[in-house]
DNA sequence: ACAAAAGTGTTTATAATACACCCATGA
DNA sequence: TCATGGGTGTATTATAAACACTTTTGT
């Protein structure tokens, strides 16, 4: 079994560990014009579950959480925000769980651990897809990006973490902006549009997004173009970080 | 030593709680036309710090959170939100904590207890404090309402848990309305104008404010008036709180 | 030169703000 | 009847939405 070697190795740490507490990343990510999700396929190839991990007893509950997606993402800048704390006392199916860790014939220490109840926070994380080149660990077969409207039910209450990452995003955009984390470095503003209407799911209309989005002032505009379609180039656009980060800061209401 | 009967069922029933997980509130109450919070007095005559408590095993976080706002409030219903997770591995100053609470001479059971690394669940609650009488608690002598902007340096990352509620707070009463759990059962447009007016921390125009709040549509009229100055009466007013409710749930924007 | 998409401008509707006016009440 | 604060109306300003017009590019 593959994954012998990694649970006797864990077995060892087990006491670097806080007892009963854990992480989930809800990783978003935005391409072909869709929001993703990140999620794992465990070894049984039948159940899917968010990217987790536990939290060690010298490390903050943030940089265990970065650790965590490091794992997954190679990334080491991200947004990262901590979404909410699940601790419904039932919330996790242990039974299942081990079974599809397939870890009933291991050591008892191992047992036991994933035998207690968790409290799990939540965090969310922003990336752009194209950037990286997901992992998969040592208790799944593999990784993907899946359309946060085609997510399967996976392990646990990791469904409604998803959706409370949705609805943070939903009310975050209205008056904070988004896209450093989600789009590539230069990007046109058609672009943009799109993740913000991908995101409302509604349509915006061209003029008045360009207006509004310039007006606020955190692009950066580029003098080089695109080569492409029989038409007009539009310009390139960054992110003039400094100015975003302000915004963020302030979070000022922006798009109705 | 008066918590010493206390201590002796606390070891007892220990191994009932989950280790290394706090919940600590931030309650909120509106009174003399200022936000104020709610903070214990440790038996040591200098010490200040949030009410919180543990979470049981066999309940869950919110059941927790609940529980523990009862023995201080006395209060079935109110407003009452999960806010953050305060998770940094050097944050409570575990020393000061032995000395303030009088338990060094207590048993090992104990000690070890408060010792450990907590990881705490930072809970924000709105109650209206003429309702009730707030209770102190084991290791408190005595429990009050003081000014937000009059909080001395509490214990551990208190003050930065109570910065954290104004935050969200201030954010929230941009597109959700407060006031229900804040006010008295009936109130006039000029309570609830100052209410918004301190939690802005600015001056609003009177005509306007009661256009927008008549507006929403949440608030009865009532007939009756108030009798006092020497000047026309104002209406009464109470919250339509399925209305109200409503538009918790959608939190449109409605003041700039 | 034409289609397609980008960029800009103008008009219209809607909402926010400032402030003026009248009303009711108790001294 | 007068001062005080309450309630309502109106003019002004700012913002948002709709959409028309012009520009640039590849074919």
Not at 96 to 111: P, T
Not at 133 to 156: A, E, G, Q
């Amino acid at each position: 079994m593959l994954n012998e070697k990694f649970f006797d190795k864990f077995a060892e740490d087990l006491h670097d560990y806080l007892p009963t507490l854990s992480i989930d990343c809800v990783i978003l990510g935005y391409k072909n014009e869709e929001l993703h999700v990140l999620v794992l396929r465990l070894k049984d190839k039948k159940s899917w579950m968010l990217p987790g991990g536990f939290v060690k007893k010298d490390e903050d509950l943030d940089e265990a959480a970065i650790r965590i997606l490091k794992t997954r993402t190679e990334l080491n800048i991200l947004f990262l925000k901590q979404l909410h704390v699940f601790g419904k006392k039932n919330r996790r199916d242990i039974k299942a769980l081990l079974q599809q860790l397939e870890i009933s014939n291991v050591k008892d220490e191992i047992k036991n651990w994933f035998e207690q109840r968790f409290i799990s926070v939540a965090y969310l994380a922003l990336v752009n897809p194209e950037s990286f080149t997901p992992m998969p660990d040592y208790m799944s077969d593999s990784i993907k990006w899946i359309p946060i409207n085609k997510i399967p039910k996976l392990l646990f209450d990791h469904n409604e973490m998803i959706t409370h990452a949705k609805d943070y995003i939903d009310i975050q955009l209205k008056y904070q902006p988004i896209g450093l984390s989600l789009l590539p470095e230069k990007f046109t503003m058609k672009t943009l549009q799109k993740l913000y209407e991908v995101v409302l799911d509604r349509a915006l209309d061209r003029a008045n997004f360009q207006k509004k989005i310039l007006k606020l002032d955190f692009l950066i505009r580029h003098k080089k173009q695109m080569s492409g379609g029989a038409h007009r180039a539009p310009y390139l656009y960054s992110f003039n970080k400094i100015k975003y980060q302000e915004f963020l800061e302030r979070g000022i209401g922006f798009l109705s």
